[in-house]
């Protein structure tokens, strides 16, 4: 990912100035962006607020990239339970398989489902046997939309 710019022009308006820049990333034109200034804009000036959004695209492209998907798909009947449980684990990294089963049943006690059938349903979803570690790894080192 290589994302860079081109300035296009700059246009004298009744409010000021609008500089045209293009927003390119491995040579596909991503978008046009318009920057607007009371006065004549220095070249560093414009440098400096497209390298400013730049940093925001390329930071935005870095998450996505490391976006979990695979529950996208589910309701919130799912995704409640499973944001509710990552967001424990990011609170208490250290927490024991056990320690996540007794604080998931006090929680959602009255929900459709229980730990132990929560985990095999995860399973499922993920593709395969994972262990309590690989999981809390997992959910540590990856972004989730609609939680983070």
Known sequence: MTI????????????????????????EILFFEN???????SQQAVIDKA???????????????????????????????????ISKIRLYPTATIAQAK????????????????????MQKIIGGLVTWEQFKTYVINHNFEGLD
């Open 102 to 121: 007794t604080l998931w049943n006090a929680t959602w006690a009255d929900g459709f489902i229980n730990f132990d059938n929560f985990i095999v349903h």
């Open 51 to 85: 390298t400013s959004l730049k940093e925001k695209i390329e930071t935005r492209i870095n998450w996505k990239s490391n976006c979990c998907t695979v529950f996208d798909d589910y309701g919130s009947e799912v995704k409640e339970p499973i944001y509710w449980l």
């Open 35 to 41: 920057f607007l200034f009371k006065s004549q804009p």
């Open 4 to 27: 860079t710019y081109e300035y296009i022009k700059t246009i004298t308006r009744p409010w000021g100035y609008e500089v045209i820049l293009k927003f390119i990333n491995d040579g």
